[in-house]
């Protein structure tokens, strides 16, 4: 019997996981993720894959975050018709992002055959609403820690990662004759110690380990706690009676933001000024962290109030355009969370042009500014910033906080690898860049003695 593990995404970029475990009885998908960022990489959606779609028989998804599901609704329409096994909190997160997902797509062609500058006529999208709705519909929960019985002699169970609601990392066994082999995929894994979500789990034993390395070469700032920068950033504005507007990510981040701002206002550490949290997106997924309560890592206080309190009694939550408009009449003080996170689109962009020209106000940004978005551009303290074609002065105060990462960094994803003391036969680095990746793999190699590979796009190793 062979077994073989494929790479067709995540290898040597960030973006795109996908994992193929081929035997002669079953194939198996480990993660289906949208590559993003450069051109190049998106171009990589729309290949072939080296298998068929059809030919797939079950997918495992790790966690909800489109650079590992992305690409679901794309192998449906291929052909793809099997069951998705994920966490009940991944389901849930996942049907929200797939149909933003989709809508991405839609509205994308759309604009691209008003414009006419798709070479393809028509435009189509990756995948349609209705593709991203048949995807869902192939969801199957699974528990944490229970063996999943999916194939003969193969089994998978999934292991807490943190990093966000519901991620996992996922063991495949394969059980035949005298011969067998574990395989462990990390999937993202997080930072420990963190509000909101839970620390990663011991890494179970295993022969072969598929580990993310992210932030392989690089720490986080732990020098001022979360809170302090915060609290820091955000009093002189009060005081001022000045807006705050913090763009953050709909998923993870959001929710962390408010659950911070509550117990700051609960200790007295920050008055009680009104509190808005300004995204369709984000408003649904507070209320998918909010039915998963007992996953959380949280204060006593919000257990107890149980009801979906993961914010401070002074919040608002806006959904509608309507409700986000009427933000535009309020004075400060207050606060406003809004998407996206790099400010390079949505609703946020609308409170950007509007606070960014007066001094009283403040931008806080709360997480990772790639180069060439706004958020960088503000960081960088470029004085002033495009919106909609017309250039705005940046008079407003530019802060950003540290240490919100979702992701382990070098030293957190050493502890996971040394959480248990036997080590894996071999060891392949995915989901980071070249340069984080082979320096993780060298500090592996020298440290723990490991063997460790950084694999190419579809690589392929027998395993059996
Ligand atoms: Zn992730």
Redesign the pocket.
Known sequence: MGLSLGFHGAARTVTGSRYLIDSADTRTVVDAGLFQGYKKLRKLNWRNLPFEANSVDQVFLT?A?I??IGLLPRMVKNGFNGNVFTTRASMDLAQLLLLDSARIHEEDAAYANKKGYSKHKPALPLYTTEEAEQAISLLRPIEFKQWLEFSKGFKARYQPAG??LG?ASVEVDYRGGNTGCRILFSG?IGRYDMPLHIDPHPRPDCNILVCESTYGNRDHDRSVSIEDQLCQAIKDTIKRKGTILIPAFAVGRSQQLTLILRRLMKSGKLPQVPLHLDSPMAVDATSIYGRHLNEHHLDRDVIEDGREKLFPDSVTLHKSRDESMALNELQGPRIIISASGMLSGGRVIHHLSRLIGKSKNTIIMAGYQAPGTRGRDLLEGRPTIRIHGKEFMARAEVKSISGLS?HADRTELFRWLKSNDNPPDRVYLTHGEPEAAFAFADQIKRDLGWKVEVPDLDYKVTLL
Request: charged share 20%; proline share 0%.
């Open positions: 966690h975050h650079d590992h990093h966000i991620a993202d979702a």
